[in-house]
């Protein structure tokens, strides 16, 4: 992204770079034990979420409104997750969701959000794209008088949230996904990973969470060696031969972690051709089906941490709610989990399973917006 311009998203022109760091201290055994207390503690299911507090707005007066959910790109399954949990808290109210694919391009992802707003929408919600990469598509949604709720992103510099726009920044919660896939790592190579890893550079956002777990493996690590990998979606069929390349230069390479998992399966294809298919394991972040299923065939991925769409969908749908209704948004908190063998033996490791809350925990956060909403 820094080669291509930090407004651009997901250019084939962009490729992909390489990076490296070798190991500079020495891992100690209180960094392993603690990578092994976290990812002991996100093993487990989620029994209780953060308190929200009652919406002040008339909510009934949103009964047979619409409103647009924009992903950067529906392609990716958390994303699309993420449009059926608003969906489904929606429905309480009576409220329809219309999904517009933004397909991981600029041009695509403001056509949407200007057919937004000549389509009648009542508010809109974008997921994980900043700001800056189509402001005049979002000025121009606000200037009509339709609430926007960038979802996913952080503020730029100089934005507060407003009833017409506001920011819901999931940095945090992301940020510790990477870091518990990082810690399995840690955990599993006895502090001694020499690591490929996958970053994505379709956003900033994106861009900024790979240098984040870079740092993290540096500074919880230090025995480890890491090498980094980027790419943008727009060119993922380049994935595997560069995978392949970069094992070859760095032999000693024993996991290959991925910032997000779709990515996974091309990574193995390039770890096949470069004849490392039984020298290295495999871990990632995004729980999609195909990820918790090779880890349950123990078909080398060992750990993916999951960052529950669906209870993102429900936190989403309540800061468009209050925003409909004169507020910004309020709530926090995510549903993070690792998946390894030992906790998922019990899952429905199938669309339907994915397609809900079930893989993290209780449902006990929608009798909590429910009751913020007003609604029995």
Not at 251 to 260: F, G, M, Q, S
Request: glycine share 10%; aromatic share 8%; charged share 15%.
């Amino acid at each position: 992204m820094a080669v291509c311009g930090a407004a651009v998203l997901a250019l084939a022109a962009c490729g992909a770079g390489e990076s490296s760091s070798g190991a500079s201290g020495q891992t100690s055994s209180s960094d392993v034990d603690a990578a092994r207390a976290m990812v002991q503690k996100y093993s487990a299911a989620l029994t209780s979420y953060p308190e929200v507090e009652p919406v002040s707005g008339d909510v009934a007066s949103l009964a047979g409104k619409t409103v647009w959910y924009v992903p950067i790109g529906a392609a990716t399954p958390s994303l699309r997750l993420f449009g059926e949990g608003m969906a489904n808290a929606l429905r309480n109210l009576d409220v329809d969701v219309h999904v517009c694919d933004g397909k991981f391009v600029p041009t695509a992802i403001a056509a949407c959000l200007e057919q937004a707003g000549n389509s009648g929408a009542e508010a809109v919600v974008t997921g994980y794209f900043d700001y800056q990469l189509v402001p005049a598509a979002i000025d121009g949604l606000v200037a009509k008088g339709v609430p926007v709720l960038v979802a996913g992103a952080a503020a730029p510099e100089g934005k507060t949230n407003t009833p017409q726009l506001a920011f819901d920044d999931t940095t945090e919660a992301q940020n510790l996904a990477q870091e518990l896939t990082a810690d399995a790592v840690i955990a599993d190579s006895d502090g001694k990973a020499n690591v490929l890893y996958l970053g994505v550079t379709d956003s900033p956002a994106l861009k900024g969470t790979a240098d984040h777990t870079v740092d993290f493996f540096a500074k919880r690590c230090p025995t480890c060696s890491v090498t980094r990998l980027d790419y943008n979606t727009a060119s993922i069929d380049k994935v595997a031969s560069q995978v392949s390349a970069a094992l070859i230069k760095a032999p000693k390479t024993d996991y290959i972690v991925a910032e997000l998992d779709t990515v996974t399966p091309l990574a193995a294809n390039g770890a096949q051709s470069a004849g490392f298919a039984d020298k290295v394991k495999f871990a990632a972040t995004g729980a999609d089906v195909t990820s918790l299923q090779r880890i349950a065939a123990g078909d080398k991925q060992f750990a993916n941490t999951g960052f529950g769409g669906f209870y993102g969908g429900w936190r989403f749908a309540d800061g468009i709610v209050r925003m409909m209704t004169g507020g910004v948004p309020v709530s926090e908190g995510a549903a993070v989990r690792v998946f390894t063998k030992d906790n998922i033996g019990g899952l429905d490791l199938t669309p339907a399973g994915f397609a809900s809350n079930d893989w993290f925990g209780d449902n006990s956060f929608e009798n909590t917006f429910l009751g913020a909403w007003g609604v029995k």
